[in-house]
């Protein structure tokens, strides 16, 4: 004779008795995984000092440096402080800390840590900043996208920095808004061939973009015992370098430097 099966609802003779592995209080919490990950997490300690803002990123790149001649220390002591990643693009983020220039917008770049820390190394070298140990007053034209202008914010008392093309110059105003710059810092809107003279004299000046001379209004603007450094077209050479102008009692003195590679010098605003 054929036992038939059980029909459902099945008597409680017919259930198999609990598992003596599983306690009887052992309720089942489908969530119980999430539950226990969300106790972990808060367990842990937030990390801190990883990735582009680990100022161990910022050192190596200033290591770099000095290992290529730069030898200027308070140079070296801005690049530790000034997060270039916090300068350019963030899917170009990634190349902020190695020894190239990258494009900011409107066919302008961000120069390279190697001649951004020449060109301030050689500043140093004027009379007055050699003196002082610090630029002074500083006249920065091509402000760009802001990262020399928080370098110089470190190693001055003032700067005016001048920047031609509006995007840049409401760009350049909101990243060095959110970091902390010590010393006077000015960004002003408008032609920089014409330098600022109602700061004049300056101790400091320095160009981002390069022409075919070097205007008169920023030799008219440098202080005696001043230095200037910018880039110039050099026709012997058919490219551009940089001109290094001392002014002295007896007068304006220039040497030429490094072969550099610079935007060129535009007059006006845009």
């Known amino acids: 004779m054929t036992t038939k099966p059980p029909r459902f609802p099945l008597g409680l003779h017919h259930v198999q008795p609990r598992s003596p592995a599983r ?5 089942l919490r489908p969530q119980r995984l999430l539950h226990d990950a969300a106790r972990d997490a808060a367990r842990r300690v937030a990390p801190s000092g ?6 161990a990123v910022r050192e190596r790149m200033v290591a770099r440096l000095h290992a290529d001649g730069l030898r200027c220390e308070p140079v070296l002591r801005a690049f530790a402080a000034v997060p270039r990643h916090h ?13 190239t220039s990258l494009p900011i917008g409107l066919g302008q770049t961000i120069s390279k840590p190697s001649v951004v820390g020449r060109m301030l190394a050689l500043l140093f070298g004027g009379e ?7 630029l002074g007053r500083v006249l920065e034209i091509g402000t760009g996208c802001g990262y ?8 001055s008392r003032r700067v005016v920095s001048m920047e031609r093309l509006k995007p840049l110059h409401d760009k350049a105003r909101e990243n060095l808004a959110a970091l902390r710059l010590p010393g006077d810092l000015r960004l002003l809107y408008g032609d920089g061939r014409l330098g600022h003279a109602p700061l004049a004299p ?11 001379d070097i205007p008169a209004a920023w030799l008219d603007q440098l202080a005696e ?4 450094v910018a880039p110039m077209h050099d026709p012997a050479l058919g490219g551009q370098v940089l001109v290094v102008v001392d002014r002295r009692p007896e007068g304006l003195r220039r040497q030429i430097h490094d072969a550099v590679h610079f935007v060129p010098l535009k007059s006006g605003t845009a």
């Open 128 to 134: 007055r900043a050699a003196a002082a140990g610090q």
């Open 225 to 228: 015992g001043g230095r200037l």
């Open 148 to 155: 020399q202008t928080a370098l110089l914010a470190h190693l």
């Open 50 to 55: 990883l990735g582009l803002d680990s100022p």
């Open 23 to 27: 306690p009887a209080t052992d309720v």
């Open 87 to 99: 300068f350019v693009d963030s899917a170009l983020a990634i190349q902020a800390y190695e020894d």
């Open 202 to 212: 300056y101790d400091s000046i320095v160009a981002a973009a390069g022409g075919e």
